[in-house]
């Protein structure tokens, strides 16, 4: 199973509706969190966040509290730009560019990222058990991640057509 094809212009998202759905749904809750991130200082995002503001300068807080100052509100339009427009191509069933695929593959790996952070994904983890009751956001983290590795693929030029 992929979850795009190569059309003569661009690539088509050929995903189930249900899965369709589900991706717009995880996509649209990091919207919503990047919009509550806009206002807040770095050392009052939610930990999940995090990850999506790296540090400049990991040796001097100083340095490192002036460049998240003037890079937060960019990075947080950067991520609400892709999420945004990952969700209107997928509610739209438009071909895509390879532009527009590029920003999708960004915006399911913001998105990805922030899942495993909340499920503080390590190397060596293994399955979860069934009794976990973490285990259906594992089950989106492992579908953001075959998402992931499809638009990878097919930007590599590795698509049927």
Known sequence: MTAFERTATGYRCILADQ?????????GELRDELEKAKTMPHDQLPEHLRRLFP???HADAEQN???RRLTHDELVATHQRSVTESIELLERSTELSADDLDRFVRAVNATRLVVGTILDVSEDESEPAADDPMVDLWEIYDFLGWVLYQGLTALSGDVPE
Not at 19 to 27: E, F, M, P, Y
């Open 19 to 27: 899965l369709r759905s589900a991706l717009i749904t995880v996509l």
């Open 55 to 57: 540090a400049g300068y």
């Open 65 to 67: 509290a002036e460049y």
